[in-house]
């Protein structure tokens, strides 16, 4: 399929090397002629037609189809997830125009750039660049879905975890003594809900320092974590991006300031910043030395038989630095001489909020690169992408032959070769579970196939209807983790009133484990997407090409998660005659085919909407696992919705080894005939 697309590359001036194409691309001379882009030095303009959609940009507010608002790149630590925001944690600067025509656009960039998608001009879209230096890449092909596997193909195969992160984890932050994790298990285990993994938040370091563990609320970490594992879970311990300022007591700081590892600023002096521990400074992640340094640190907690960790505050966070520091108690200190007005009021509150992920601080952080000396300014959206490369670099020297557990909050195009994502700190909104459904397809198309959102919300309270349809949704995300923040109400499966049903809702997603391990291997090798929008299968169909809220998920499923509280079903629309599962467990669902066209599909919040595309079959276990190590590939039984014939091909593996190919697996047929 990829031979039918055309990949045209244009240089302009001398990027960065960002390393997110893994092809070599010859670059095209002269100007961006390419259809309908017309292209003069920093800003890329294209004509919208009424009926183009414009997918893609990964990790960003607002819909699937992008139209009608402007998008920044501009990697954020963005704790309000809102529709007026511009960015968030990730710069993925891909996107498809889907119309007559199929175009995607890659700008490889790693500084900001600003997508006005119809949103200054209904029927305009203006891409500015702020570096002029960057490369352009403009793929055309005869799809959708061709088009976005030929942009896979140039970036490079998505991130393999191992078998078991495929499970049920269940966060919060913190879970703060061992014993409170012991109760976590014991809970889940004595109640018979499924769980592979637990969490552990910033809490578990000493004193917030990096690779390191508070030796009095959890002693003897390493028999803890044995313990853990003879019960079937992984502990995920969180890495942060700073480290602290700790002279004499902590060797990591030690080091890397004997070393000069850390980022400096422009006179060369190491750049002291604030996050979680107060006094830190930032790894400087964009030399090599540094990365192999810090990619190693990991192992100390690898060999105390840790096989999985999340990296966060990467964007990176700043809380604030010593130099505008002090430069906020003196204005503060002239205010204090002031009658505060409406005007000096509100510049007096926004010189404090002002001193958090400040601009100033971006361009005051220097960093030493493969190409020289540069501003942070100028490379801001790698740096995440940049500390989860030095832990992927790092486990693959620790274990060159197994797979490690890898997610980050920050990323560029790229990471998705090294690491997962989750989409950040949401909240336990409504609005958040529709945003997460558009968002997963979106990451998709950029690579990312292992992502999901803190299920049920990360900050604000959760409701029970909210977590019961958000798992509905959750189950089918490759990450799924219940995570929630301090001081909002408890998120625990089993702390809710519901916990009955949500345990049933769990059950699915090991009923459907040996699916969507399977689908995901299948997407990863194809550069294919698990989750699409309707848009990609059905592109004659002007209905289904502009559903926002049904998903594609692998070959044979349609999803219609519920996302709007007190709902007693929703409308959903078919493209084509499907069988319909209303789930309420592995055991307990019931069928129906529907015919093409709108329905009013019943769904109480205990139950998940399931569609079988005609003539495909779908694996499915028996849901009584507890784990994912207890899921058996054996003796599965098939859903199917066959109307001459189907067949299916099952992708399984130890789990574990790292494959680099689908025949590093085995395949299994199954077929069936009406
Ligand atoms: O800004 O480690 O997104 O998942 O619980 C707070 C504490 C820092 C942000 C992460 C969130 C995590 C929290 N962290």
Known sequence: MNQTCTVKKYTFGTP??????????????????????????????????????????????????????????????????????????????????????????????????????????????????EDPDYDLYVITGPSSDAVVRCFRGLIGR?????????????????????????????????????????????????????????????????????????????LVPIIDAGVKKAEGTYPVYDEGMEKGYFCKDESGKPYEVAVWPGRSYLPDFFREDVRTWFGDQYRSLLDLGIDGFWNDMNEPAIFYSDRRLKETFEKIGEFQKQNLDVHSFFEFLDTITGLFNSPEDYKALWHDTEVGRVCHDKVHNLYGALMTRAASEGFRRAEPEKRVLMFSRSSYIGSHRDAGIWQGDNKSWWSHLKLSVQMTASLNMCGFLYTGADAGGFADDVSPDLLLRWLGFAIFTPLLRNHSMRGTRRQEIWRMVRTEECKQILSLRYAFLPYIYSEYMKAAFADDMLFKPLAFAYPEDHRARHVEDQLLFGEGLMLAPVVEQNAWGRYVYLPEDMKLLRMRSAQDYDEEILEKGDHWVPAMEHEVLVFIRPDRLVPFGSGSAMYVDEVSETGLSVLGYVKTKASYELYTDDGVRRVERLEDGELSRFESFR
């Open 16 to 129: 960065f090397p960002t390393h997110a194409v893994v092809r070599e691309v010859p670059a095209e001379t002269g100007e961006v002629q390419e259809l309908l882009v017309k292209g003069e030095g920093r800003v890329l303009q294209l004509l919208l037609d009424a009926e183009d959609i414009v997918f893609g940009l990964g990790e960003q507010v607002r819909g699937l189809n992008k139209r009608g608002w402007k998008y920044i790149s501009n990697n954020t630590d963005e704790s309000n997830h809102a529709e007026g925001k511009h960015s968030l944690y990730g710069s993925h600067n891909f996107l498809l125009v889907d119309g007559i025509e199929k175009i995607g656009l890659f700008v490889d960039t790693p500084g900001r750039v600003t997508f006005d998608i119809g949103y200054s001009m209904s029927e305009q879209m203006r891409i500015e660049v």
């Open 158 to 234: 998505s991130y393999i975890p191992p078998r078991w992160a495929f499970g049920y984890g269940q966060s919060r932050w913190s879970y703060e003594t061992a014993d409170e994790v012991r109760e976590v298990v014991r809970e889940h285990r004595e109640r018979g809900i499924p769980l592979d993994m637990v969490y552990l938040d910033i809490d578990y370091m000493d004193q917030y320092e990096d690779f390191t563990v508070d030796e009095t609320k959890f002693p003897d970490f390493a028999g803890f974590v044995q313990e853990m594992k003879e019960q079937h879970v992984h």
